[in-house]
């Protein structure tokens, strides 16, 4: 079976850091992309960042280039968010979110961690 479980979320200051990390169980055969999303009080949940696990190719959403890093360790089965530069529009719920070979869309997800950027 496999579970997605996100830690490391927190209270920062704004222009402060911080780095979630998520450990997928199960196996990773066919595995094809791992994803975060975040999801702010009253918005819809929006793409964050992904990063393919054959070749670590990334992308970001427009409004954390430059500030946020995807990366992933094959060998730990784990995917990094290292977020700089924190706004308080930061602030929302993190999700990471697992996509399989020929599926269209993410098939699972994690239960999410907190991040509060205070200004």
């Known amino acids: 079976q496999v579970q997605l479980v996100e830690s490391g979320g927190g209270l920062v200051q704004a222009g402060g850091s911080l780095r979630l990390s998520c450990v997928t169980s199960?196996?990773?055969?066919?595995?094809?992309?791992m994803a975060w999303f975040r999801q702010a009080p009253g918005m819809e949940r929006a793409f964050v960042a992904r990063i393919t696990w054959s070749d670590g190719r990334t992308n970001y959403a427009d409004s954390v280039k430059g500030r946020f890093t995807v990366s992933r360790d094959n060998a730990k089965n784990t995917v990094y968010l290292q977020m700089n530069s924190l706004k308080p529009e930061d602030t929302a719920v993190y999700y990471c979110?697992?996509?399989?070979?020929?599926?269209?869309?993410?098939?699972?997800w994690g239960q999410g961690t907190q991040v509060t950027v205070s200004s």
């Open positions: 199960g196996r990773t055969f066919r595995l094809y992309a």
């Open positions: 979110a697992r996509q399989q070979e020929g599926s269209s869309r993410y098939d699972y």
